[in-house]
C-alpha cells in the first residue's frame, strides 16, 4: 500500500489541481505568435491571481489573427517562391 502511495505521488504531486493552475501550466508551455499580447496576459492573470475569462478570449482572438497573418505571409512567400521557381524552370 505504501508503494501505491509513494507511486501516486510521485505522478500526481507536481501536477496543478485547479483549473486555473492547469490553464497555467498550459500557457507556460505554449510559444505565441502575439508575444505582447501574452505578456499582457500573463501580467494580468498574476496581478488578479486568477485568468479571467474575458481577457484570455481577448487573447484568443489575438493569437489567432497573429497566427492567421503569419500562416499568410509563409503562403504568399511560397507561393512567390514557386512563381520564380516556375519562371526559371526549377
Known amino acids: 500500500m505504501a508503494l501505491l502511495v509513494m507511486w501516486l505521488g510521485n505522478k500526481y504531486g507536481n501536477a496543478p489541481r485547479t483549473y486555473t493552475g492547469k490553464l497555467t501550466a498550459m500557457l507556460r508551455a ?38 492567421y497573418e503569419a500562416v499568410q505571409r509563409c503562403s504568399a512567400y511560397s507561393l512567390t517562391r514557386a512563381v520564380i521557381d516556375r519562371a526559371r524552370g526549377k
Open 30 to 67: 505554449y510559444d505565441p505568435v502575439e508575444v505582447e499580447a501574452y505578456l499582457d496576459l500573463e501580467k494580468r492573470t498574476q496581478r488578479f491571481g486568477m485568468v479571467e475569462s474575458d481577457i484570455l478570449y481577448n487573447w484568443i482572438q489575438l493569437e489567432r489573427c497573429a497566427v
